[in-house]
């Protein structure tokens, strides 16, 4: 494995523990300024998100576990700029529902800033618990 994948996996790393701390502003700060995050599926919070619009998601999102919403890493591969993550996450939602849901990210970092992430996951609890069953019309 190359410096820059070990220093790529260590960066990821620390996206997950500014994650845990709910500190959306010290996320956004690790995206490039062209940087963005991508959740996949068809839910009300899908879509593209560039660094500042992501400094006010992210906020809003990690805001509505009161208690913090903690991710597990399971396994993790570097391969050139690219980080995958195979990760779990659990925490109380505001609404009082436990959220719990299984991920893939994909994490693609340029001069060790956040060039492009992906995350893919169960949309139907994202639907069910964080879009209170709402879904996009």
Not at 61 to 79: D, N, Q, V
Request: aromatic share 10%; glycine share 8%.
């Amino acid at each position: 494995m190359s410096e820059q994948e070990l220093i790529n996996k260590q960066l990821t790393r620390a996206f997950f523990a500014l994650m845990d701390k709910a500190d959306a502003d010290a996320i956004a700060d690790s995206y490039a300024d062209d940087g963005y995050v991508q959740t996949m599926g068809n839910t009300l919070i899908s879509g593209k998100r560039g660094k500042e619009e992501t400094r006010v998601f992210a906020g809003g999102i990690l805001a509505a576990f009161p208690e913090g919403l903690k991710f597990t890493i399971h396994s993790m591969t570097a391969e050139a700029d690219r980080v995958a993550v195979e990760a779990s996450s659990k925490g109380m939602h505001i609404s009082g529902a436990l959220y719990t849901n299984e991920y893939h990210f994909l994490f693609r970092w340029r001069n060790n800033k956040l060039a492009e992430l992906k995350e893919y996951m169960d949309t139907e609890v994202v639907t069910d618990i964080l879009c209170g069953g709402a879904k996009p019309s």
